[in-house]
């Protein structure tokens, strides 16, 4: 049951990150307001929630506002950025309503779903960073910058467990 949610957890993360090569930031910012409809999507695909009709209502204002702010993008919009930025609010979306149901079915509390989910996420994380990053680190002998800049990493690490940690008790 976690393997998926950490699966979907590296994606979103991969998928966003990449999304920033091809789009501007303005942009994927005002497509991951999205997000919301995307959620509510699944949930009622997966039939784990039966959301009121004004839950209906607020996501499509949402999603009318969203689409008002877009529609004055100028230039050229670039498909495979949109792709990412889509498939990233996908695999959230995806995520949330697993760790929802993950966390309502087993009963977990934050630390318990952290202890399990976190493993499976950095699993997913290292294995893609083992075919995407690593080799061109190595190539570009590149690596020692994960010494170099070891404070920066443990500093990052701290901020990441914390968010974990508050994403989950929102959920």
Known sequence: RVLPIGACYALTLSLGNSAYLYIDISLIQMLKCFTPVIVLSVLTIMRIEKPRRSIYSAVFIICFGTILTTSHVKGHINFIGLFFALSASF??????????????????SVVEAHYYLSPAGAAAMLLMAMFNEIPDAIRNQQLGALYEESQLLMISALLGITANYLGYIVI
Do not use: N, P
Not at 91 to 108: D, G, I, N, P
């Open 91 to 108: 695999c959230e979306a995806t995520r949330l309503v697993m760790t929802q149901y993950l966390l309502t079915t087993c009963k977990f």
